[in-house]
C-alpha cells in the first residue's frame, strides 16, 4: 500500500510546549501537509538528518538550542528547507537580532497565530 503522505510537504514543527506542536500538527494536516511535532530541537535535528523535511516551524525560545540555532542547522544541512519561525515571548527579539547580526535571517509570526494564516504564511514560503 502507497503512503498517503508520500505527495505531501514534510513539515517538523518544534516547540517545547508540545501541546502547542501538536495542534499546529493536526491543522497542517487538515491542510494537506504531512507533519510531525517535537518538544526537542536536537531530536527534529536529529530526525531531519535522517529524512530531510520541507519545512521547519519552530518555536525561537527553548531550553538547550533556541528555534534559530536549531533553524541554522537545519539550513546548513538542507538548504532547500523553508523555514518560519515562531514566538509568543519577549526574550526572541534579542535572539532574531543577534542572528540577523550574524547573517541569519528567517521569516518570523507571532503566536497566537490564526490557522488559516499560519497556512497562507507556509505555503508562501
Do not use: W
Not at 7 to 36: C, G, H, T, W, Y
Not at 39 to 50: G, K, S, T, V, W
Not at 78 to 107: D, N, R
Amino acid at each position: 500500500m502507497e503512503n498517503a503522505f508520500a505527495s505531501r510537504p514534510r513539515v517538523f514543527v518544534v516547540d517545547d510546549e508540545i501541546e502547542i506542536a501538536k495542534l499546529l500538527v493536526v491543522i497542517l494536516q487538515m491542510n494537506l501537509f504531512d507533519a510531525v511535532p517535537f518538544a526537542n530541537p536536537q531530536a527534529a535535528l536529529e530526525a531531519a538528518r535522517a529524512e530531510a523535511p520541507d519545512y521547519l516551524i519552530s518555536d525561537i525560545v527553548m531550553p538547550e538550542m533556541t528555534g534559530i540555532e536549531l533553524a541554522i542547522a537545519i539550513r546548513r544541512e538542507i538548504p532547500t528547507c523553508k523555514i518560519l519561525l515562531f514566538s509568543g515571548k519577549v526574550g526572541a527579539l534579542e535572539l532574531i537580532t543577534s542572528a540577523v547580526e550574524a547573517g541569519h535571517s528567517f521569516p518570523l509570526v507571532e503566536k497566537p497565530i490564526h490557522p488559516t494564516k499560519l497556512v497562507e504564511v507556509i505555503r508562501d514560503l
